[in-house]
């Protein structure tokens, strides 16, 4: 569990020492040419084990893959992005594609510690169609996309603290112009709050309809002048595509 793709393929190097193993990942995928050089060598039959991050999923074809396993999924189950089940159902239905061809049968073992879970047995039920339809449902409940309208105001800076202060100084701001069902939420440390070495919070804001939330952003920018303005970076995402 939460081990990366090296510490992997360092564990299957010594449960496997008669097989090759690779990794294909952002790392081993850098120099040009790279990730077609192993993509020629599994087609090849040069390697038994395949170690990959999910760009190796997606429109490749692997004939003698017949078993995949899938690592940790419980982070795409209970993820602060609401969309996290919707990327992790692509991705079982990604790899089912890629486990056995033809007359090959095919085998997906998923790696959870809630095997029971709503969307989960959904999923191995009803294939996308019917976690679609129960996710869609929860989104409706939840007043999320595409049932409203999002846009994501993102600081970041080397204070931990400056970010925080930044976005809770916008909302006093534009407090006034708040008129239900606007909402703004927050502000919070983002999901993955430190990153390359600066830290980083976010205030999300819902609007009921794209005219609501283009009305309320047009009130509320641009943001010179707010507290701490100059010591962020800070970026607006309407129709963010994640929350991290």
Same mark, same amino acid.
């Given at each position: ?17 008669? +097989? ?18 192993? *993509? ?9 084990? @395949? ?14 893959? #017949? $078993? ?8 795409? *189950? ?12 692509? *991705? ?17 073992? !998923?790696?959870?510690? *809630? ?15 019917? =976690?679609?339809? !129960?996710?869609? &449902? ?14 994501? $105001? ?11 202060? =930044?976005?809770?100084?916008?909302? &006093? ?8 069902? #606007? ?29 609501? @939330?283009?009305?309320? @952003?047009?009130?509320? $920018? ?12 800070? +970026? ?9």
């Amino acid at each position: 569990m939460g081990q990366g793709t090296e510490r992997i393929e360092e564990t299957l190097a010594q449960w496997f020492p008669r +097989s090759s193993v690779v990794r294909i990942d952002r790392d081993t995928t850098r120099r040009r040419g790279a990730l077609g050089d192993r *993509l020629r060598e599994i087609r090849e039959g040069q390697h038994q084990i @395949l170690i990959g991050t999910q760009m190796l999923s997606k429109g490749h074809d692997f004939p003698g893959v #017949t $078993l995949v396993g899938i690592l940790d999924i419980d982070q795409g *189950l209970y993820s602060t992005d609401f969309r996290a089940p919707e990327r992790l159902a692509q *991705l079982v239905i990604q790899v089912t594609g890629r486990a056995g061809r033809a007359d090959r049968p095919g085998t997906v073992y !998923l790696q959870t510690h *809630l095997p029971d879970h709503p969307l989960l047995q959904y999923l191995l039920r009803s294939d996308y169609p019917g =976690f679609a339809t !129960l996710a869609m &449902e929860e989104r409706r409940l939840a007043c999320l996309p595409p049932y409203r309208n999002l846009a994501v $105001l993102r600081a970041e800076s080397n204070d931990r603290e400056g970010p925080i202060r =930044f976005l809770e100084s916008v909302r &006093e701001a534009v407090g006034r112009h708040i008129q239900p069902p #606007t909402q703004v939420l927050g502000p919070v440390p983002a999901p993955m709050e430190r990153r390359a070495g600066r830290y980083r919070a976010q205030l999300l804001i819902v609007g009921e309809t794209r005219g609501q @939330l283009q009305r309320f @952003l047009d009130c509320c $920018l641009p943001l010179d002048g707010i507290p701490g303005e100059r010591r962020v970076r800070w +970026s607006l995402d309407v129709d963010p595509v994640d929350l991290t």
